[in-house]
């Protein structure tokens, strides 16, 4: 068998991030399933840190998608132009809130294909939501996940969907719920992509250690 698809290996990798991180959480702050998903809109080509300083003090007038509507593009603007395409993001998110309005009845839906119906949700950030919130094994792949599976050899792909369907092929069962949050925060603080530090590495053993950045 070769040896990318080492299922013990592979199971070997999610014990040792379950024994180090038992409960790995999202680090975006939401405090329902609506401001997750507006966090998660937000949050892309931004960084977490970012996004919860802009959010910090817009959820707490507009954490409905009421709320948000009543708020206003314009007024949205002013609590997140600090992060990336914010003017874009603002438009996106004033429609998906309008969008739940009219067509879930103001709720988040918990499908993959009603939530990516929404404007600015691609398959990513459905799968964030569905996995946060409504606790679907789902496998957001982001830039992260992408250099850490193919590194690894968990997951081997040239895009997004193969590692995402490579994920949920060759991980255990009982790991799949969390092995989207063990592998964003292994590569954000130890896989990074230029320089790597192997030498914290808690898996570094059974890595392949492949050049993907």
Known sequence: MPKFLDYQRIQNIFSRFEKNNPNPQSELNYTNAFTLLVAVVLSAQSTDVGVNRATKKLFQIAHTPEAMVDLGENKLISHIKTIGLYKNKAKNVIKLSQTLIEKFDGKVPSSRQALESLPGVGRKTANVVLNVWFDHPAQAVDTHIFRVSNRTGIALGKDVGEVERG???????????????????????????????CNQCPIEDLCLKRDVN
Not at 169 to 182: G, L, M, R, S
Request: aromatic share 10%.
């Open 167 to 197: 994920i949920e092929d060759n991980t255990p069962v009982e790991y799949q719920k969390n092995a989207h949050h063990w592998l964003i925060l292994h590569g954000r603080y130890i896989c990074k992509a230029r320089k790597p530090n």
